[in-house]
Nanobody
Framework: QVQLVESGGGLVQAGGSLRLSCQPS????????MGWFRQALGKEREFVAA????????DYADSVKGRFTISRDNAENTVYLQMNSLKPEDTAVYYC?????????????????WGQGTQVTVSS
């Protein structure tokens, strides 16, 4: 089992920045594709960004493209989500997820390990 622990959430004003971190409990994460998802109150969980095992391939939801950057440091066993130019509509619980199935994609079903989530609140 791989446990994922997110950190870095909080309250920020619109236009501000936050950096989320995700640390898996095992170093085997370096072989997995990783993703970030979010769920706003009363809405379904949605894809935000994904990065492949080497960091050489990324994918972003249209709503965050150009504002968010996903990255990873396999030596530090950490994946990041840098969020800039935040908007009130970015308010959500953000989840880190790991895809151990070696099938690139943004579908939630492809991700088999999930963190508990970290709250991001953007005030207007």
């Amino acid at each position: 089992q791989v446990q994922l622990v997110e950190s870095g959430g909080g309250l920020v004003q619109a236009g501000g920045s936050l950096r989320l971190s995700c640390q898996p409990s095992r170093r085997t994460f370096r072989n997995y594709d990783m993703g970030w998802f979010r769920q706003a109150l009363g809405k379904e969980r949605e894809f935000v960004a994904a990065i492949n095992w080497s960091g050489g391939r990324t994918d972003y939801a249209d709503s965050v493209k150009g504002r968010f950057t996903i990255s990873r440091d396999n030596a530090e066993n950490t994946v990041y989500l840098q969020m800039n130019s935040l908007k009130p509509e970015d308010t959500a619980v953000y989840y880190c997820a790991a895809n151990s199935n070696y099938a690139w994609g943004r579908e939630q079903a492809a991700f088999d390990y999930w963190g508990q989530g970290t709250q991001v609140t953007v005030s207007s």
